[in-house]
Each structure stands twice: as C-alpha cells, then as structure tokens.
Antibody, heavy 119, light 107 residues
Framework: QVQLVESGGGLVRPGGSLRLSCEVS????????MSWVRQAPGKGLEWIAY????????YYAESVEGRFTISRDNTKNSLYLQMNSLRFEDTAMYYC????????????WGQGTLVTVSS | EIVMTQSPATLSVSPGERATLSCRAS??????VAWYQQKLGQAPRLVMY???TRATGIPARFSGSGSGKEFTLTISSLQSEDFAVYYC?????????FGQGTKLEMK
C-alpha cells in the first residue's frame, strides 16, 4: 500500500539546522510531484515547498524562501527538506505529500515528523 | 496571496443530520479548490478536489459545489467517523493556500 514515512525531526536551537527525509513506497515516486506542508501546534495547514518529478521546478513559500531547500532522489524514492536558520515560528509538524499532477492536490500524506525550535 | 476564509469556525451537528461547510476565496480561483479532513493526531486526508470531485474512497454522502469565490462542502447524513476538522485549499495560484479550518463536532 502507499506509504510516506517522514523522519529527521527533533529539538533544535534557534539558528540551527535540520534535514527531514520522506521515504515513499507503494507508488511510483519518480512520477509524482511532491510537497512539504507544515502545521504549527493547534494551527492550520501551511504549504511550504514543492518539487517537480525531476526536480527542475521548485517553489517555496515566502516564509521559508532562502532558508529551506527541497530536493529529491528518485533512485532512493526519497524526498528531503534541508532547513537552515531555524526560527521559533518554524516549530510544527512537517508532512510530506504527493501530487500526481503539477497541481498541488495532495492525495497522499505521511504521518509527519515534529520539529521543535526552542532555546 | 489568495486568502481562504472558512465558516463557521465550529459547526455542531447531530449524527444523521446534514452539515454544510463554507469556504470563500479572496479572489476567483475558478474551480481549483480541494477539501481535506483531519482527525486529531492524524495527517490530513483528501476528500474533494476540483471543487466537486470526490477523492478515491470518499463516500457519496460527501459532495462539493461552487466556483469562482464561493465553495461548499456538504455531508448529507453525518456518520460518527465524519467528525473532524475540514480545510479548504485553493490551488489556482501559487502559493496554494489553505483556509483556517472548520471543526465539525457532534451535537
């Protein structure tokens, strides 16, 4: 069955870095567009990054532009999010989500990995 | 950025009754609206896309309507498993944006 499994979350100091991973199985990763969506505690959903099937097209939300980098390795069925210069407001559950088309309709989601930015 | 505004924030409905959730876009997004259901402690689940197309595995009691700026998600006869938070999302423009959510609770 379709599985998206995130990892790499944890507690980090402001200004620090983390790298999140999302390993996919059960569908053709290399044919799917991918995004990261986050959710601050008790808050709503915020899309933050998108990558096309070959990685040639990338978009970021303004809130993370210049600090976060999305990437993918189709040989490993994996999606990544490198997060630098972390801020308190980056504290959230981070979900990877798949899209079968360029339109960001998120058909499949992982269970999320929690990132806590605290001093 | 397109702002999606959902109403009401909380909706209390009895099982078996109809629930109507609303979503308004700050400008026309044509029919590029999706709805997601999120239960406590779980990832969101796609319910509807293209404003009115049910996602795979979503029962027929869920229906969506609207175009332009006004959208509605209707659940015709609420089952216990339908009580959750629902988010609308526009994907007509980048960045795609979500509403703040409607909590559908049991009355």
């Amino acid at each position: 069955q379709v599985q998206l499994v995130e990892s790499g979350g944890g507690l980090v100091r402001p200004g620090g870095s983390l790298r999140l991973s999302c390993e996919v199985s059960g569908f053709s990763f290399s044919d799917n567009y991918m995004s990261w969506v986050r959710q601050a505690p008790g808050k709503g959903l915020e899309w933050i990054a998108y990558i096309s099937v070959r990685g040639s097209t990338i978009y970021y939300a303004e809130s993370v532009e210049g600090r976060f980098t999305i990437s993918r390795d189709n040989t490993k069925n994996s999606l990544y999010l490198q997060m630098n210069s972390l801020r308190f407001e980056d504290t959230a559950m981070y979900y990877c989500a798949s899209q079968s088309t360029p339109a960001p309709i998120f058909a499949y989601w992982g269970q999320g990995t929690l990132v806590t930015v605290s001093s | 950025e397109i702002v999606m505004t959902q109403s009401p924030a909380t909706l209390s409905v009895s099982p078996g009754e109809r629930a109507t959730l609303s979503c308004r876009a700050s400008q026309s997004v044509i029919s590029s609206v999706a709805w997601y259901q999120q239960k406590l402690g779980q990832a969101p689940r796609l319910v509807m896309y293209g404003a009115s197309t049910r996602a795979t595995g979503i029962p027929a009691r869920f229906s969506g309507s609207g175009s332009g700026k006004e959208f509605t998600l209707t659940i015709s006869s609420l089952q216990s498993e339908d009580f959750a938070v629902y988010y609308c999302q526009q994907y007509s423009y980048w960045p795609n944006t979500f509403g703040q959510g409607t909590k559908l609770e049991m009355k």
